[in-house]
């Protein structure tokens, strides 16, 4: 820009239009307002900002321009602003500012470039609108699946206490376990800030808080353990994943430790790179027994884990029983 100023016979300041700052000056898109260095007084402005601001060009030389850039420093990095016209609409404005010197370093004026972004406003104010209501609406889904779930859960234990036989009253008081855990996570998802994605650590934090609360007895000594901080996971994928550790977690809880042995469950989750997770629940109990057929129903909750990770997540199960019992499942995933 240093054809733009120059010195005018009483030490004022002349404009030279006829350089690449005058062809944007002129033919630009964008406002243009040359003010003095306080930032009120307007020297020259172009058409675009005429238009921009509602004023005529006399009229402009009394607006206050500080109030879009306020006076000191050197505006480098864009800013945006709401202004007010002259016929009383607000419109909303990008502002770089930059303070122009002369040849001895002093400042002698501030140039204020202004890009009119109100549409792009209105559409993030509409895209944010539309994004409420669709957090409102899935927030009134998990509600209601969340009561569902409680009522289902709530028929259950009814129909249980009419039943005469052990076996039965078992199924269906473990039903009635699986139902309620899947509350729980519906009961989370609708308090959750973010019902696209969930922080994992805190996640799973609740979902095994909620499967100890309801598989242990006051009197057995079981810790549990979440590690996966730093790990997003998208609702869906978080659904799968609840309902995998639901699964392996209630069955360890239940059965790992028997005669109220000490014990502690884990849960894991972390990238192993290459676009893949890997979702770890291990137990340091008794293991498995040799005899268990868990992909043939023998054991139906491990099937249905099995199930889960496998068409759901498209991933593997693999298994170790050698020190209590370690369920690894490695899914394909392309981030949160």
Same mark, same amino acid.
């Given at each position: 820009? !240093?054809?733009?100023? $120059?010195?005018? %016979?009483?030490?004022?300041?002349? =404009?030279?239009?006829?350089?690449?700052?005058?062809?944007?000056?002129?033919?630009?898109?964008?406002?243009?307002?040359?003010?003095?260095?306080? $930032?009120?007084?307007?020297?020259?402005?172009?058409?675009?900002?005429?238009?921009?601001?509602?004023?005529? +060009?006399?009229?402009?030389?009394?607006?206050?321009?500080?109030?879009?850039?306020?006076?000191?420093?050197?505006?480098?990095? &864009?800013?945006?602003?709401?202004?007010?016209?002259?016929?009383?609409?607000?419109?909303?404005?990008?502002?770089?500012?930059?303070?122009? +010197?002369? *040849?001895?370093?002093?400042?002698?004026?501030?140039?204020?470039?202004?890009?009119?972004?109100?549409? @792009? %406003?209105?559409?993030? /104010?509409?895209?944010?609108?539309?994004?409420?209501?669709?957090?409102?609406?899935?927030?009134?889904?998990?509600?209601?699946?969340? $009561?569902?779930?409680?009522?289902?859960?709530?028929?259950?234990?009814? @129909?249980? !206490?009419?039943?005469?036989?052990?076996?039965?009253?078992?199924?269906?008081?473990?039903?009635?376990?699986?139902?309620? $855990?899947?509350?729980?996570? #519906?009961?989370?998802?609708?308090?959750?800030?973010?019902?696209?994605?969930?922080?994992?650590?805190?996640? =799973?934090?609740?979902?095994?808080? #909620?499967?100890?609360?309801?598989?242990?007895?006051?009197?057995?000594?079981?810790?549990?353990?979440?590690?996966?901080?730093?790990?997003?996971? &998208? /609702?869906?994928?978080?659904?799968?994943?609840?309902?995998?550790?639901?699964?392996?977690?209630?069955?360890?809880?239940?059965?790992?430790?028997?005669? =109220?042995?000490?014990?502690?469950?884990?849960?894991?989750?972390?990238?192993?790179?290459? *676009?893949?997770?890997?979702?770890?629940? @291990?137990?340091? *109990?008794?293991?498995?027994?040799?005899?268990?057929?868990?992909?043939?129903?023998?054991?139906?909750?491990?099937?249905?884990?099995?199930?889960?990770?496998?068409?759901?997540?498209?991933?593997?199960?693999?298994?170790?029983?050698?020190?209590?019992?370690?369920? @690894?499942?490695?899914?394909? =995933?392309?981030?949160?």
């Amino acid at each position: 820009m !240093r054809g733009l100023l $120059g010195a005018g %016979k009483a030490g004022g300041v002349c =404009f030279d239009d006829g350089d690449l700052f005058g062809s944007i000056y002129d033919d630009g898109g964008l406002g243009v307002a040359v003010t003095a260095c306080d $930032g009120w007084r307007v020297l020259k402005a172009n058409q675009a900002c005429l238009d921009m601001l509602g004023y005529g +060009r006399e009229e402009l030389l009394k607006f206050p321009m500080a109030n879009i850039v306020p006076s000191g420093g050197d505006f480098s990095v &864009p800013t945006e602003r709401r202004v007010r016209r002259k016929d009383g609409t607000e419109r909303w404005l990008k502002v770089f500012a930059a303070t122009l +010197r002369g *040849g001895d370093g002093k400042p002698v004026a501030r140039v204020n470039l202004l890009e009119d972004v109100t549409a @792009k %406003k209105q559409a993030e /104010v509409a895209r944010g609108q539309e994004l409420k209501g669709k957090d409102d609406l899935l927030r009134a889904t998990h509600r209601r699946m969340r $009561g569902d779930m409680l009522a289902i859960a709530g028929l259950l234990k009814l @129909k249980g !206490r009419d039943l005469a036989d052990a076996a039965a009253v078992r199924a269906f008081a473990n039903i009635e376990r699986r139902v309620l $855990g899947l509350a729980a996570v #519906h009961e989370k998802l609708h308090r959750s800030e973010d019902l696209v994605a969930v922080d994992a650590h805190d996640f =799973f934090s609740s979902l095994m808080e #909620h499967l100890a609360q309801s598989h242990l007895v006051e009197s057995q000594r079981v810790d549990w353990m979440v590690d996966a901080r730093g790990v997003t996971l &998208p /609702v869906d994928y978080a659904m799968l994943c609840a309902s995998v550790v639901s699964e392996l977690a209630a069955n360890a809880f239940m059965h790992a430790f028997p005669d =109220f042995r000490p014990g502690l469950v884990e849960t894991s989750l972390r990238s192993d790179g290459d *676009g893949y997770m890997s979702l770890v629940v @291990k137990d340091n *109990g008794i293991g498995l027994p040799e005899d268990v057929a868990w992909r043939d129903g023998g054991a139906a909750g491990l099937q249905l884990a099995t199930l889960i990770a496998e068409q759901q997540l498209n991933g593997k199960m693999e298994i170790d029983s050698s020190n209590g019992s370690e369920f @690894k499942i490695t899914f394909p =995933f392309g981030g949160a």
